[in-house]
């Protein structure tokens, strides 16, 4: 078990055991972009293939990643919100 990102994580429940198996590599790089905040760019470009020619992983290992996914972007601060108000004024 990764002890910086069990720690990173938090929740028990979300320990990508399956991952780690499967994967160590991957774990590690999670790990390495957890504090960098280049994380959620990192996870995109591993479930979503963009040259596709990847063979995918197991159901289990995606529901591992989109998890951790999920829980690093609900720890992130929201974004703010730039206003445009001619394209508000215009849709009106």
Same mark, same amino acid.
């Given at each position: 078990?990764?002890?910086?990102?069990?720690?990173?994580?938090n929740?028990?429940?979300?320990?990508?055991?399956q991952?780690?198996?499967?994967?160590?590599?991957?774990?590690?790089?999670?790990?390495?972009? !957890?504090?960098?905040?280049?994380l959620?760019?990192?996870?995109?470009?591993?479930?979503?293939?963009?040259?596709?020619?990847?063979?995918?992983?197991?159901?289990?290992?995606?529901?591992?990643?989109?998890?951790?996914?999920?829980?690093?972007?609900?720890?992130?601060?929201?974004?703010?919100?730039?206003?445009?108000? !001619?394209?508000?004024?215009?849709?009106?």
């Amino acid at each position: 078990m990764n002890n910086k990102l069990a720690a990173q994580l938090n929740t028990p429940k979300l320990y990508p055991h399956q991952l780690e198996q499967a994967f160590p590599h991957i774990v590690a790089k999670i790990t390495e972009h !957890w504090d960098a905040r280049s994380l959620d760019c990192y996870l995109d470009s591993l479930l979503f293939d963009s040259r596709g020619n990847r063979s995918g992983f197991s159901t289990a290992v995606l529901s591992e990643m989109f998890a951790i996914q999920n829980h690093y972007r609900a720890l992130q601060p929201p974004k703010q919100r730039s206003i445009d108000t !001619w394209s508000e004024l215009i849709s009106l």
